[in-house]
């Protein structure tokens, strides 16, 4: 199970480490914002179409969201809010000087105030324990773990509280969490869902990512792998010329044509969904997102 996007992330790509486990999340904000990162925007636009299948299957309605840092994509899920929102909430020169317990109460009733019509349960976990306490103090998750499920198996909180999990989520965190993860994720919830079957995965992983590893782990849990052909999605700049010619000497590596996506200075991701083989073959991937309108930005 080894991870070959593991080297990138030590050498390579930019370090972000310092602000990943803050007490809040203005650095976060900061340090992503100033690359114009836009990972969790694509989410927001993206997951809602999942969600909707999987409840006209009959499925359950909740998302366990891993590498969830502060709650990110949990707060532009079930709030009418976009990730320029909260660029331009965490930069407020009102919250500079706040302290972590002052902002995390006003941030509680600024999401409590945002909530949107469909509400969406969501999990988090993420080795990042600081990062999932704020975001549970802030009234963003149904649960959170700090939990490394790389290294460790999950407690027995976790598999307890993932038992409404209908879809997984990774938005900039696939190459941090691999197959070990994944693997323990999916057994935590066919654990604890009543029906016992699995959770359809979605990702966004840079193209850099060979997703071969990860599509083998899910098929051995009876879900079948699409990649969406019809675009790609900017995740956000280079920090510098440096990172750019790494990824390009990957990419070459992996035959990928950077043109226009890459070469242009910017990380892009594929979308990657898995899911039991009946509901892929009614109606692919590209087929599915293409008929919600979802791509339409």
Request: one cysteine or more; a negative charge.
């Amino acid at each position: 199970m080894s991870n070959p996007y593991a080297r990138h992330n030590e050498q390579s790509k930019a370090n972000f480490d310092h602000v990943y486990d803050l007490p809040d999340p203005r650095g976060y904000f900061e340090a992503l914002g100033s690359l114009d990162y836009l990972a969790p925007e694509h989410g927001r636009r993206l997951f809602p179409t999942l969600l909707r299948e999987i409840r006209a299957e009959g499925g359950p309605a909740g998302v366990l969201d891993l590498c969830c840092s502060y709650g990110v994509n949990a707060a532009l899920l079930g709030h009418d809010l976009t990730l320029e929102d909260l660029y331009s909430r965490y930069a407020s020169p009102e919250l500079a000087d706040l302290p972590t317990e002052e902002l995390a109460g006003m941030d509680r009733a600024f999401y409590s105030e945002h909530r949107n019509g469909g509400r969406t349960d969501t999990v988090g976990a993420d080795s990042a324990a600081n990062a999932v306490r704020y975001a549970l103090r802030a009234g963003l998750l149904e649960a959170g773990f700090g939990e490394d499920l790389e290294t460790a198996e999950p407690s027995g909180a976790f598999e307890g509280s993932v038992g409404n999990t209908g879809l997984v989520t990774v938005t900039g965190g696939v190459g941090y969490v691999w197959e070990r993860t994944f693997d323990r994720v999916l057994n935590a919830v066919a654990k604890a869902r009543p029906d016992g079957r699995v959770p359809w995965v979605a990702t966004l992983p840079a193209r850099l990512v060979d997703y071969g590893p990860l599509s083998v782990l899910f098929s051995r849990h009876g879900l079948v792998t699409e990649k969406l052909s019809a675009r790609t999605f900017p995740q956000r700049r280079f920090a510098d010329a440096a990172e750019r010619e790494h990824v390009l000497r990957e990419l070459s590596k992996l035959g990928v044509d950077p043109a226009g996506k890459e070469e242009e200075g910017w990380y892009h991701a594929d979308l990657y969904l898995s899911r039991p083989a009946e509901q892929a073959a009614k109606t692919p991937v590209d087929e599915l997102f293409e008929a919600s309108g979802a791509l339409d930005y």
